[in-house]
């Protein structure tokens, strides 16, 4: 989910009790216009009984006195999403009417395949978490910062996911000047070649169908571009955000699945996505493998919608037999919403470490929290009569979110002056791992996920969107998940960092001068180690021949320097 390119034409919402409503004079409206009531209708009939839409109709019509008010927002701000995605399938059912019988016949065996476990340890709730608080000085206790080294990886990743939304101006100089990497294809330069092809192939009438197949094949939601690092046979996959109507397709169509027949769900629509993605990149992973052998290795990066891409591919290439363990680096991703519930399980039923997805997030950045927040119980009900997947989805039914945080958990605050500073964190920029400390590895977890929530909760999204600052070009929903921010906050987080090296080695060199100066009242004495034993030990009578010694020749040196200075400047 991306906010990137759409901020602008995004109206902020205000809520009263149950309703949102915008000022039409001030605000710039949404490109189109419905109503919630047909809209969700529209939705729900392909899905439901008539039963069914009564209940979602009672839920939608709940007393105001049977929910808080915080409650009732947060449920029209997932009214919302769910207009926005009826209103994509209004519009691309024309489309897709041929499909629309396989698809329905899909749906219904992607309910029958989620057989997770309920009991998801990710997901799980003790009574011991309920009401969990954390204050800045708590919170901090389960911070670490990251070292040097790994911020300095950080920032050659969002280096590296920056230029995947530039990518026709890449240029090949400066990312081998900087980085020692050499280019070697982007998705856009197979685009290119599948038009060429099909303006070929319809110059004969006889390849007329063979065209129309290569035009409908399934092209990739979001651009992306390998580079390779040829010191460490190292090949970069990087995989940009939402860009395309295609990737926010699938950024709404949030319903789960099982994924690739484990005890994990994931996102639909990215899972979808993902697949068509990892066909585009397998021919260039099977080809570097092949080159380098066992000392190839493999790493997926990306932004937003690409960093949650990227995972999947990483574990569909794992899970599918194409790459062994050994040469799958970790996946590092910036601004990404989590989209699985059961990650970390997962994680481990395949041998892999939990740092092996290293998901960092911007303070304030509202994508990673969109699906990760917690929805209220109202909003979870509805849910589950609009899709009867929901109904076994153990995030939604234990912790009332769609899908969990996974692997390692990385924070990240910018400068004061880029963006003001989380109440939960130390003050100042600063890049660091959510991680617990504790010696029992249960408690550890359990801490380390209450944390996670608090935080992914602090602040809600609707919090964000109900700030008309928030929008625009200039406002926060852009600059905290603008990848570029991400990229000059940890240049910033480096350079801090430096600095304090700096200023350690100078307070050392310090410190030793001081261990050999010693002030003693007014007088300064210059004490050397065993140098007042050395100096009476030559200022000695019996001793004093030795001094004579050395030091006359240096004084027959400076007297003969003396002189020819002197006749020097009297011949001139």
Not at 221 to 230: Q, V
Not at 251 to 264: I, T, V
Not at 282 to 295: F, K, W
Not at 381 to 388: P, Q, Y
Request: with cysteine.
């Amino acid at each position: 989910m991306d906010g990137l390119r759409l901020t602008a034409t995004i109206s902020p919402i205000t809520f009263t009790g149950h309703e949102s409503h915008t000022n039409p004079s001030k605000i710039r409206p949404l490109g189109f216009n419905f109503s919630l009531k047909h809209q969700l209708a529209s939705l729900i009939v392909t899905k439901c009984s008539i039963s069914d839409v009564v209940a979602v109709e009672d839920t939608t019509l709940v007393d105001k006195t049977e929910e808080s008010e915080n409650e009732g927002q947060n449920g029209n701000w997932v009214l919302r999403v769910l207009q926005v995605r009826s209103l994509w399938k209004t519009q691309d059912d024309d489309y897709h009417m041929n499909q629309d019988s396989n698809e329905q016949v899909d749906k219904n065996n992607d309910h029958n395949q989620i057989s997770i476990d309920e009991a998801c340890d990710t997901c799980s709730v003790d009574d011991d978490d309920d009401g969990v608080e954390f204050d800045k000085n708590s919170f901090s206790k389960l911070l670490r910062t990251v070292s040097l080294s790994e911020a300095r990886l950080y920032a050659k990743m969002a280096y590296l996911g920056s230029l995947s939304y530039t990518i026709p101006k890449i240029k090949f100089g400066n990312l081998l000047k900087r980085h020692k990497l050499h280019f070697i294809t982007s998705s856009l330069e197979k685009k290119a070649k599948k038009e060429r092809t099909s303006e070929m192939t319809q110059q004969d009438p006889k390849n007329v169908d063979v065209s129309h197949d290569i035009n409908s094949l399934y092209s990739s939601p979001c651009e992306w571009y390998i580079c390779d690092d040829d010191e460490s046979n190292t090949r970069y996959f990087v995989i940009q955000g939402s860009e395309s109507i295609a990737s926010w397709q699938a950024n709404l169509l949030f319903e789960p699945m099982q994924f690739e027949a484990m005890d994990a769900i994931v996102h639909r629509g990215i899972y979808e996505a993902a697949k068509v993605v990892y066909e585009e990149m397998l021919p260039y992973v099977r080809d570097h493998l092949e080159r380098h052998g066992n000392g190839a290795t493999i790493r997926l990066t990306g932004h937003s919608l690409g960093g949650s891409l990227s995972l999947l591919v990483n574990l569909m290439l794992l899970i599918r037999g194409q790459v062994h363990v050994s040469s799958l680096l970790p996946v590092i991703t910036f601004g990404a919403p989590w989209v699985m519930c059961g990650g970390d399980r997962l994680l481990q039923s395949l041998g892999l470490p939990r740092n092996h997805l290293q998901g960092m997030t911007m303070h304030r950045d509202i994508v990673p929290r969109a699906f990760s927040c917690n929805y209220p119980t109202r909003v979870a009900h509805l849910l589950k009569v609009v899709n009867g997947n929901f109904r076994n989805h153990p995030c939604l039914n234990n912790q009332n979110l769609l899908y969990a945080p996974m692997g390692e958990f990385l924070i990240l605050q910018p400068d004061a002056k880029l963006s003001p500073n989380h109440d939960l964190l130390p003050s100042g920029s600063g890049l660091y791992v959510l991680r617990s400390q504790a010696s029992d590895p249960n408690l550890a977890t359990k801490q380390t996920r209450a944390a996670q929530s608090v935080f992914l909760n602090t602040p809600h999204p609707l919090e964000i969107l109900t700030d008309r600052c928030a929008y625009g070009s200039e406002g926060a929903i852009l600059r905290d998940h603008d990848v570029d921010t991400y990229l000059i906050s940890i240049r910033k987080v480096i350079s801090q960092e430096l600095n304090r090296a700096r200023k350690m080695r100078r307070q050392q060199q310090r410190q030793l001068w001081w261990h050999m100066v010693v002030l003693n009242g007014t007088n300064v004495k210059l004490l050397l180690d065993s140098g007042r034993e050395w100096w009476r030990m030559v200022v000695a009578t019996h001793n004093m021949h030795l001094l004579v010694v050395v030091l006359v020749p240096f004084a027959r040196l400076w007297v003969t320097k003396a002189c020819n200075w002197i006749r020097f400047r009297l011949c001139m």
